[in-house]
Structure formats: C-alpha cells, structure tokens
C-alpha cells in the first residue's frame, strides 16, 4: 500500500437547479492508493463537515460497478480514465501524486443538474416506460423451456442487457444523445423470441420517447467508448434498423385491426 | 405481557397448504380493484414485483423508493443466480427436495409451512421471468442451464452470467415502468419512508420525506408494503450498498410491528478483504465461484511465499478436508467459520494475512480458460478492478463479510406484519431462511413474495374493507407523525456537535462487528449492551450535520439512518445473548460441539423470538412463536 500526496481537487458546486456553478478548489494531503476514488471523495467530505462546511452531493450506491447510480466527469471523461470501469470501481492507484482532478457532473441537457455532482436521470426511465418491456402480465407464462433460446441468442441479448443506466453514453455525447441506451434494451429484447410481439411497436415507442428528451446521433461513437459495460455500436444499428421497419410495419399492423 | 403470535398457517397436508389457502382466500371483484390503494416501499426485487402485479391486478398503487430509479435497488447487485425446483437436469431435484434443503440450510429455524410454499412457488416464478425476456444462461439446444450452489446437491440454480440479481430486477423494473406508463403505478422517487400511521390499529399509510426538498408529506392507502431490505449495514462494513438501511422497518417496528431473530446475520465467506482503514464497503464474489474455485491456505501459518510458489502438499484444502461430500460448497455459515478460524491462527494470506485462498488453477486446467472466463469473466474483471491482481494468473484472496440478514420484519403466513393492513416482503421480512439462507435463495424468496404471494393475501386482506371508510391524510395521526418527523430532522441539525453521522457508524459497525459477528460470547455481547447505549447517547450530543434541511443533504439523511441501526444494534445484541444456543450463522462459542460446529438447543430454543418496541430497545418486549416440524425431522446438520 502506498499514499498518493498533494492532489488538487477541482469540485463542480451548485446549490440547487437554478443556480449558476462554479468549481471550488480542495487539497487531498494523503490518500491511500488502495482507496477507491469515491473513498477519496468520503475522506474529503468527512473533512469538509469536520470544517463545518457542507458536504459535497454525489450520487452513488453499490460501490460495485452494477447499480449505474454513481457518474462523475472525471478530467473531462465519463467514469473517468479507466476503461470498462465505473467511477466507484476506479481506484486511486490510477492517479499519481500532485494530480490535479477536476470533477464535474454528467453534462447533458437531458440530465439537469440537482446539486453539486448529482443530476436527474429520470428522462431515462420515460424511455422504458414508452416500451422497454415484454408485456407478460404475472400469472400467465408457459413452462420456461417451452421458450428455446438458442445460445448465441441468448449470449447477443445479454450483452446489451448488461447495461446499468448510467449515463456516461449521454454525459459523453456531443449531442447529449441517448441512442447507445435507448439501443441497448431495444436490442435485448428484439432479439429474444418472447419480444418478437411487439418488436416494432417497441422500437418505434422508445425511439420517440428518446427523440422527445435527447439530441440526435451523428454517430461519433464516444458514446461505446466511455460505457463502463462496453455496450457495442451495433446495438444502435439495430435500433435504427428496426425503427426504420416499424413505420411500415406498424401501418400493417394497424390497418389490420 | 406477551402476545400470542398466530402465524395463520393453513390447514392440511403440508404440501396441500398453499392451495388449500389460495382456495379460501377472499377476492375482490375486478371492478371493486381499483377502489383500493396499496402503498408498496422499495423497489427492489419484493416491490417492482408486487407493485407490478398488484397493479395489473387493478390495485391503485403508489410505490416509493429513495433511489433516483426504481432499477437501482441492490437486488441488482445479487450475482449468482436464483434457485428453483425445475429439475430441468434431471438429477433428483424435486419441490420437497428445495424444501429439506431450505429447512435444514436454515439450521431448523424456519417456518415448514412457509418454506414449502416457496419451494412450491419456485418453478413459477422462473417461467414468469423467462417470459419477462430475463437472458438467462442457456444450452446450445435452446434450453436452460444450471449450476449448483453451496447446501445443495442437485443443480438448481438458473443465472444470467455472474448478473442475475440485475437481469431479473431489470425485468421486475420493466413490468414496473409498464405500469408507470399506463398509469396504475405512481412512483415517487428519491422520497424516503420517516414514519408509518396506524389507526385504531390498522395501518392507514406513510409519512415521507422527498430527499431533494427535505419535504414530508403524509400518504393513506388501505394496505402498506414493506419491501425495504435488510440491515446488513449496521455493521458499518459489509457488502450491501451504501445506501441500505433498516429506516423503514425499524420506523415499523416502533409503531408496534414485532422484529424477528434480530441477531440472525449471515456472513458470506467469499468477500475481497478489507484492504485499508478508510474502506467503505466490502465487494462480495458470488458463491458461485466455489463452484469451480478451489479454497485454501498454507499449512505452515508463517509461509510468505506466493501461491504459485506453494507445493500441492504444503496447501490446506480445508473445506475439501474437513467436509468431503460438499467440500467447496459447503453452506456459508460453516465455510466462513472455517475461514475465520485459519485466519485467527495465522493461516491468512495477502499483505495483512487477512484472507484466504480462492484458487481456479485447477479448473483452468481442466475447462481452458474460455470456459472460465465465460462462466466468471465478469466477476474475475470485478476483482481484477479492486484487488488489482489477475485472478487468470494468481488465486483471489477472500475472506467473509457480512452480507445478508435473515431476521427482519416479524411476518405471518400472509406476510402480514403484527400490525393489521402492514406488510413485509424480500429480505425485510423474516420468514424463510431460518438461522442461515443457501445461495441463491435472496433472490427467489423476493420474487416469490412478490409476484405469487402477496397478490393473494392482500386480496384476503383487503375484501372485508370494501366500501368502508378509509383514514384520509387529514386525520389527526398523520399530522403528528409528521410534526415528529419534522421535530426529528431539525434535531440532528441543532445538535451541532464535532462528529459526523459516518463517524459514529463506523464506531457502532466495530462494536456490532466484533461482539455479535461471526462469533459471540455472553462476555462479548454484554459488553457490547454496555458499550452501545454510551456511544448512543454520544451520538445525541455530539452529532454534526452540516448544511440545511431545505435541499438535497446526504449527511442529514445517514444522520436519521444511523440513528435507527443505534436501535437496532442494541436490539440484535440482545437477541444473541437471549438465544444460548448455536444455531445456523448465529454462532455462540459456548455452544459447540467437539469439533467446533453448532449446537442447537431445540428443547429451548426452537422458536421464533419477536420483540415488541416498548420505547426502549434495550427493553424490547420478547415474544415467542413455537416452531412446529411436522415433516422435517430435527436432525444436527452435517455436510461431511
């Protein structure tokens, strides 16, 4: 174990939504390279109250890399500069003695600032609730085997539903797109064969809730690059394609009922 | 005086009981639904089931939790998998099979009757959740998987990667938002429970508190559910989240909803140990990887070499030594001892020699690492995150931590609490694990709780009410509750002390730690009832919470939080010095048999233990519920 020394703390604070930010500079004298970077965060926090100042707000839960509550623009990059990692996972043995780290909130229109480092997530949800579900009512379903997913099926839907709903695909958008997100559950479930019902009516629900809150892809792909989960562009492809198809396909589908 | 607990077990044959039930509960009538209003408190596993099922139903239903989604409850955090008696392996699974398992997992201190109906209901919920598009690992045919997971013999336990927990509460989330788009669920986020309000003996709703305003507001419904998780937190370490906390239902408990085994608190054995003082969590890795993994220490306890240096003949396969027929995948309570036990003699490995062993060596030899990394790869990348060491190359180091409490929310058949109208599901109610749960059982005792339970006995419960007048927000109980939730709030404010909220729970974590963790002494833990009280008292004058009770203010909200474990923590110690038994993960040293494992006192002690809030923890009223096993047989557990 050995102690980072001297490191500058560059901390975005807002009192509230409406409130104009600014960055409030702090030392950290002594941290332990073992500590996570969201411990760093608690030792400056138990400093400020020991100072009688008020704490700084982050969001964060798990401290494991699965809840997707934590976020955090670290130098400018979402979840920091580990790859494949979420903030809470990020370890101060990455940073050096005498860094300067400047710690901002996602940045993204969608997602306004509450206070200090925490802002409102909610827009996602909206998009799950347009149609980020297999309707399967409680009660109904057919013995579980009845259903055969074949393995590579099985193994592509997973893969997109490994996505935890952080929000480092918006926060590093330049357009504050929600195109990797939206994709990814449209993908998870489009490919199964319980989705398949309401495959289009699904892609072309969600895709318009996401159109309502977000900016549009140009297809930049940072989005992929800064998700902790590594979810694949392709997802998007998926999204696109299937959005595409609906608005024939659902005109079939409606003209026939 | 103590009340006689009627735990309204059903008449009939032990396997007939569920139907039997379900066959003479009342129903309301479809239309008659949506006259009706059922709050349901966190959305985890327990709560996104049930408010999503209670709501297709037709139940008006309100649902809270404090997180900023209803997707971050830490059921996601479950990695493992969730067991259920398909038998799709054709090994000799069978729902009675589940059942002995559970009862005998649990050290024979569970309810037979509610144990059973989970067995029962086990095989439903992974058809509900295969047709909710839950990815779960599948054969090249098309068909499940399974693997095995520690106190059982047969291979019951269906996963999706080292993420079940995530795969099966994002389904439970999107039969949620479903609801929330069609408008049978309200969801209020970031709003966390500060009160519940009875009235005239019934439970008529919950004073809130929105978490971004410091706003508390009053709501009534006919029906309450409590689905709020466990308090592994009170030990300050563990590998709950860090926002976990028994608020709500201690707050339930102090309106006259019994606590049940308080001190039955399950200890994982397969944690990544604590690496420096300033840790705040501890990160758990999924049983399952005993499946696989091999674990050991040296047999020389002043051995520094590194693992790959050790010779096969100079390493302690101790769990393979010490019980041949499970070996690895003993039970927790028995691997976290035995792992507790070579530390404390030296036997530890890693920098501070706090660990043990967790070796894949052999499994990479035998399966090739892609067979490895397609089994664990997510879990071996977690360790590699936090650890720093590349599990592929060098054994993982673990050690127990705490992780899971069985006790809880004292519940009847029904789930109903002991107050009438209240309700108790997932891991915040007490009922079906005993002294110990099996892996992967968290995950299926929510979901069945929620999805195939609670649907069928609130209905029960909320037909004679139909058309009677129901407590509105404007009566009288209401309006103190929430002048006292208001009273207690601006409190840890003025108390303008020198230490913060964390500062005092870690304190109280080391206190609870060390005398009612792995092992307790009557010594221990009346030194911990004399510690506790002082601490707590210390924590009421020299409190600090800084900023104010008008915005966010996550310093204020872990004040009233760690206010709550302070109680709850005199309550559990209490608990383990009453129960002088050994008895599952409740573990008293002057209780054990010859060869270091637990003795149970069933002449004594085969009971339930269920305090009544009397204003005072310390003099919690202890009630008793008998334990009756009409078809298990009260046997010593052996996994030799």
């Known amino acids: ?257 | 005086m103590s009340t006689v607990l009627n735990a309204k077990i059903p008449a009939g044959a032990l396997r007939d009981k569920w139907d039997n039930y379900k066959a003479d509960a009342k129903l309301v009538n479809p239309n008659n639904k949506r006259k009706f209003k059922v709050i349901v408190v966190g959305t985890g596993l327990a709560g996104a089931s049930a408010a999503a099922t209670l709501a297709e139903l037709g139940y008006q239903v309100d649902a809270f939790t404090f997180h900023d989604s209803a997707r971050r409850a830490h059921s996601i955090a479950a990695q493992g998998g969730i067991n259920a008696a398909k038998n799709y392996q054709g090994d000799g699974d069978s729902i009675n099979r589940l059942f002995v398992d559970t009862i005998k997992g649990g050290d024979f201190r569970s309810r037979e009757g509610n144990v059973h109906r989970l067995a029962q209901v086990s095989v439903d919920i992974i058809d509900q959740m295969v047709a909710q598009g839950v990815p779960f690992a599948r054969e090249y045919g098309g068909m499940l998987d399974n693997r095995s997971f520690g106190g059982a013999q047969v291979s019951r336990t269906f996963y999706a990667r080292g993420q079940t927990g995530q795969q099966l509460l994002l389904g439970a989330y999107q039969q949620l938002s479903r609801q929330i788009g069609l408008g049978g669920v309200r969801l209020f986020n970031r709003t966390e429970l500060v009160d519940i309000v009875v009235i005239d003996g019934r439970c008529s709703g919950i004073v809130v508190r929105d978490l971004l305003t410091g706003e508390i507001t009053s709501h009534a419904a006919h029906a309450v559910v409590m689905a709020t998780g466990g308090y592994g937190n009170v030990y300050f370490l563990s590998t709950n989240a860090m926002n976990c906390n028994v608020t709500a239902a201690w707050r339930a408990h102090r309106r006259g909803a019994m606590f049940a085994n308080p001190c039955y608190t399950q200890i994982h054995p397969t944690c990544i140990p604590q690496s420096d003082e300033s840790q705040s969590k501890l990160t758990l890795m999924s049983e399952s990887l005993r499946n696989d993994g091999r674990v050991w220490v040296p047999k020389n306890a002043d051995d520094s070499r590194s693992a790959e240096q050790i010779p096969e003949s100079e390493r302690d396969y101790y769990l393979e030594r010490l019980y041949p027929s499970y070996g690895n995948l003993a039970p927790r309570d028995i691997s976290s001892r035995a792992a507790k036990r070579l530390v404390d003699k030296g036997h530890g490995v890693g920098p501070l020699k706090n660990g043990v062993n967790l070796d894949f060596s052999a499994a990479i030899a035998r399966l090739g690492r892609d067979v490895v990394e397609e089994r664990y790869g997510n879990l071996f990348q977690m360790y590699e995150r936090i650890a720093g060491e590349d599990p592929y190359s060098t054994p993982m180091r673990i050690y127990p931590a705490t992780h899971y409490t069985m006790g809880g929310l004292w519940v009847d058949y029904e789930l109903g609490t002991t107050v009438p109208g209240l309700y108790a599901a997932g891991e915040a109610n007490f009922s079906d694990h005993g002294a110990n749960r099996l892996g992967a059982s968290a995950l299926m005792q929510g979901l069945a709780d929620g999805y195939f339970v609670l649907p069928y006995t609130i209905s029960n419960g909320l037909a004679p009410l139909l058309n009677k007048p129901a407590p509105t927000t404007d009566h009288p109980a209401f309006v103190q509750a929430e002048t006292e939730a208001r009273e207690r709030f601006n409190a840890y404010l003025n108390v303008k002390g020198t230490r913060s909220p964390d500062w005092f729970h870690r304190e109280l974590g080391k206190i609870i730690w060390d005398y009612c963790g792995m092992e307790r002494t009557q010594q221990g833990l009346e030194k911990a009832l004399s510690e506790l009280p002082a601490l707590y008292s210390e924590f009421k004058k020299d409190l600090r919470v800084t900023g104010t009770g008008e915005s966010v203010n996550q310093t204020l909200e872990k004040a009233g939080r760690v206010d709550d474990f302070f109680q709850l923590g005199m309550l559990m110690c209490r608990d383990a010095l009453d129960r002088q038994e050994s008895c599952g993960a409740h573990f008293r040293s002057e209780y054990q048999t010859d060869e270091g494992e637990a003795l149970r006192n069933d002449e004594n002690f085969c009971h339930v233990s269920a305090y009544k809030w009397t204003g005072d923890p310390m003099a919690a009223e202890l009630n008793k519920e008998q334990l009756v096993y009409e078809t298990a047989h009260l046997a010593t557990r052996s996994y030799k």
């Open chain 1, 1 to 257: 174990m050995n102690q980072l020394t001297n490191l500058k703390l560059k901390v975005w604070r807002q009192t509230g939504p409406e409130a104009e930010g600014h960055f409030e500079t702090h030392t950290v004298e002594k941290v332990s390279d073992e500590a996570s970077f969201l411990e760093m965060l608690d030792q400056l926090n138990e400093r400020l109250i020991s100072d009688g100042k008020e704490a700084v707000v982050f969001d964060h839960d798990c401290r494991e890399g699965i809840c997707g509550t934590c976020s955090l623009m670290i130098n400018g990059r979402a979840h920091g500069p580990q790859r494949a990692t979420t903030t809470c996972q990020l370890h101060m043995r990455t940073f050096k003695s005498g860094d300067e780290i400047v710690i901002e909130p996602w940045r993204a229109a969608a997602f306004p600032v509450i206070k200090d480092l925490m802002v409102d997530r909610s827009s996602f949800d909206r998009i799950v609730e347009a149609g980020g579900f297999i309707t399967a009512p409680t009660g109904g379903a057919p013995d579980a085997n009845l259903i055969l997913v074949p393995k590579p099926v099985a193994d592509a839907a997973m893969d997109s539903a490994a996505c935890i709903g952080c929000g480092a695909c918006v926060a590093a958008c330049p357009n504050g797109a929600a195109n990797l997100f939206a994709g990814a559950k449209i993908s998870h479930l489009n490919v199964l064969p319980q989705g398949q019902s309401e495959r289009y009516k699904r892609a072309e629900a969600m895709v318009h809730a996401m159109d309502d809150q977000f900016g549009s892809c140009t297809n930049h792909g940072e989005c992929s690059a800064a998700c902790p989960k590594e979810i694949s562009l392709d997802v998007i492809a998926m999204m696109n394609s299937d959005f595409r198809k609906s608005k024939s396909k659902n005109r079939k589908a409606l003209s026939r009922g």
